[in-house]
């Protein structure tokens, strides 16, 4: 009874506030008409920029795959595979069966772009079943899930952590368990990068590296406005420490 | 004074009350009372074309006798009151007719209103709903200077027009307290009008001219109108009858390009036993873009459009008892849009809908109050949508749908003695999808059956009670009931309350259909259709995992949606010229249906069904003062409070399940376990919505002034931080205020009307609103011209 009583205050109060409301905007309708203008916009966008940190912004994935992806009569091709390599921030295209064996079961690349959209992603890593890296040549690497903001993470694991680590593929995190990086909306069919995922990663030649992903929308929108909104262009950023320590702090000094 | 009228229940009620009369010279009666049924003495009733004026005596009454069958108008004058107009067929009845006036308004509505009679083909007033009714008239849909319902309805209190972006791009509804489109069942003339996408009803398909009223029922009203009127109805009433020979051509012009244009034609025929009204209206506008800062120009978020609609209307009396009707409409729009985010990212969008409705109704009168009609009703609708990408040549979407529905109904009314009013009625429809090759499931076939009963055992009581049973052949039967009280407290004071139940029945898509999308690869399986589906993948070895339990719990189990609805308030006119309405509203939707994820496969990555979320609550407050300040100058303001919550994502949050557990502020980097509290409500809805209007007559002028200032409080945009709930880290459309104003000047005894428009004056725009342009001047000039 207590709480519906309260209930009741907070409506009564609610509706006063909107009277409040009502006036102060029958006074300036009356004043000056341009003040009411517009309320303010409460949506402000986080920086990514953090003067360390690589920011790539709208890198484009298969785009050709996904606008041909759902319609009736089309063929369906799958989505082409790209990598990304840290250090020369260079997109590498597996287009074909030379391109797989120029690349695949090499060092050269950090992260495989997989699967639909691109979206499901990997450490490049020869023991893990179904990494594109698989069999090759880049051993010791591992992922760890810090469910931290990016800026939150100021040190790498310990490589006990790493060494344990069974993150392989990184995408729809579709239970509470996944180490994915996004969920898909059935309601909305979008798909909304999880905020406070930050992957540490342990790169090839043993730096230390921490990763999160953005947006897969052309442009980074906050919000998408339309169903047919461009995808795959993925914005990320990274921070790879150069001097081999697990310092990951990329904020101002 | 035209919020006062929409906050009204009844802004004027005819009720028919046919005597069986030998006498070749007829008799016409009746009573005139205000809005709280007291009677109103000494007012001027005039029967035109006869010219007869009676004064009512202190019981309100008036009568006209030695009169001939045929149409008829009554002109009612009162200085405290609204004058009223009122048209109807006189059959070999004596007739008694009651009519309601509003109080003391200035006399700005006095050429305006007519008031003409509300039931020519359906004979189930809205009223029966228990519900709140609110009335939207001709003469207020003329003063805003609205071309397009939908820019009609989202002036109203309580209602938003709401862009479903999930939906696609074209993708526009009606919201009322707080039921989304889906919910809301739109009808023409007491039909229903076809032609959704995903659930939304697109209101800028209808232009207003030839709008004689609409009537906004809020809440369920399954009682009247069977499955789909869950959360509320909206019932578009066009022009009938005709009294003499005029005609009326209206042109505007403006912003966007927007061009709206429109002819209508009236006349009686046969000795005023028949009248026919035709209507034809074009429409155009060039959309607009409020995306700017990720859209180049040329884009549009609202498409360019333009739409033609004809309407005609006949009705003859055939006999002394019999009057038929005929309705007939066509419409059709065609639109082209384009979205470039980049030079090679250039999408046409396009649109092509077509809509028919044809109604046959035949009207008998038997004796002893008995009234009995009969209605058939065709209505097509198609629509054809693409998206291609220009550079690449390649689809990005494709849809073709049509549909036919097929209505017949038997309707009565029978008055079997003074205060008992019952209609009845009983029939059937028959839905036909276009495409039959998918499944032999994909017609819908309805059989229902009502009864409601309006009584008043007292003077100061009205009662209302409806029953309404509808079976389907793809769900079970369902019983909506609802009931209804009003109650003089005192003289001034009315007390109102009503409760009702209404439902919606799952679709073919839900049960039915097995869908898979390719590019983001996950599969929906229609819930009678999953025990097959699964184990047809699990034989192939396709599945990696699956809830074993809850697709147990889960098939053959899908329930109706539910709904309750509930309201109670006062209407309070403590001075004739002060009018205010309160009342709290509460509705409760169970078993909504939704998607649910059960298992995983080894190609397709995620598996999903429908299953029925527990429940959800609108619930709020509504408020509308109207005043009139001076003969010629009246403010009224309008509020609704509303707080639409799913119970279902409270206990989500409660029981700690993901991904509901999370809150994440990407901008404040707050991230921990979610609580209860974090919960904002349903996206769309704002907790605060109110408008304020004014309207002033300059007499010398003969102009007057309509300013309205639509106020919406911040509402939820977009879930995007991947909770699956809306909380204040997600995306929101900021408070804001929309400013509308017209004038309109008339001439020449009121056969020619300027009209000046200005809608949005303070230019609000946000690129979460993709359906509110920026600032938009119109202006025109319509002409009547009259056969004396």
Known sequence: MHTKHMNTLKIIINECRNFILLGKISLGLALTLPMASCGKDDNSRPLYEDGKSNVI??????TEASMAGDVEGKEYRPFNIFLFRFHDQRQIWIKNANDSAQWLKTKDWDLAFTGPYNSELFVN???????????????????????????????APSDEEFDTSEVNKIGWAATESSPGWFRYSLQTHIMQALPNRTYAIRLPDGKYAKLQLINAYKGNPEAVTNMNWPAPYYTFRYYVQQDGSKNLNTREP | MYQQNKQHVLTLLVLWFPIFSLAQDLQMSGFVRDSLDRPVAQATVTLVPDNQVYKTNDQGYFEFSRLYEGTYRLDIHHVRYVSEQVTLNLTDHDTTVYIRLQESRSSIEQVEVYGKITAVDNLIPAESAAMPVQVITRREIELMGSRRLDEVMKEQTGVAVVNDISAGSRAVGVQIQGFSSNYIMVLIDGQPILGRNNGNF?????????????????????????????????????????????AQA???????????????GEAPFANQRGSVVVSGNYYRTDGFNTDDRYLSSGSTTFPPYENYSFQGRLRYRISKDGTLGLTTRYASRNSKMYNVWAEDLRLEDGQQDRDINIGFNYDHHFAK????????YLTRFHTALYAEWLSQGVLAGEEEFGQYNHRLEQQFAYNPIRNLKLTAGLGGSMEVMDNQDLDDKRSLQTAFAYLQTEWRPVDRILTTVGLRYDQTNVYLGRMSPSLGLQYHLRENLLLKAGTGAGFKAPDYKMRYQVFFNPSANYLVVGNDRLAEVIDGLDSTGELSYVNSYMINQLVGNLQAEKSWSNNIGFTWTPIPTLQTEASVFYHRINNQINSVNIGTGTTVSQIYTYRNLPKAVNKGAELAV??????????????????AKDLGV???IRAGNYPYNQYNNAVTGEYRQSRPSDYWGIEDRSRHMANLKLLYMYRPWQTSINIRANIRGKYPFQETNGNQFIDDGDKFVPEHTLLNITVEKALWNRRLTLRLVADNVLGFMHR?????????????LSYRWMKE
Do not use: W
């Open chain 1, 57 to 62: 912004y709208d890198l484009a994935g298969d």
């Open chain 2, 650 to 652: 409270l206990d989500s």
């Open chain 2, 250 to 264: 209206s042109l505007m012009y403006g912003t966007l390009h927007t061009l709206d244009a429109t002819i209508e």
């Open chain 2, 202 to 246: 697109d209101l800028s398909r209808i232009s207003v001219t030839n709008i004689e009223r609409i009537e906004i029922i809020k809440g369920a009203s399954s009682c009247l109108y069977g499955s789909d009127a869950l959360g509320g109805a909206i019932n578009i009433i066009t022009r009938h009858g005709a009294i003499m020979q005029q």
């Open chain 2, 768 to 780: 979460y609103m993709l359906g509110q342009p920026g600032r938009v001047i119109l202006g025109g």
């Open chain 1, 125 to 155: 890593n020869a023991y893990h079943e179904f990494n594109p890296g698989y069999g090759g040549e880049t051993e010791n690497t591992a992922v760890v899930l810090l469910r931290q903001p990016y800026e939150a993470v100021v040190e």
């Open chain 2, 626 to 643: 109207s005043y009139q300040a001076t003969r010629d100058l009246q403010l009224s303001l309008g509020y609704q409070y509303l707080v």
């Open chain 2, 369 to 376: 109050g008995l009234r009995m009609m009969t209605r058939y």
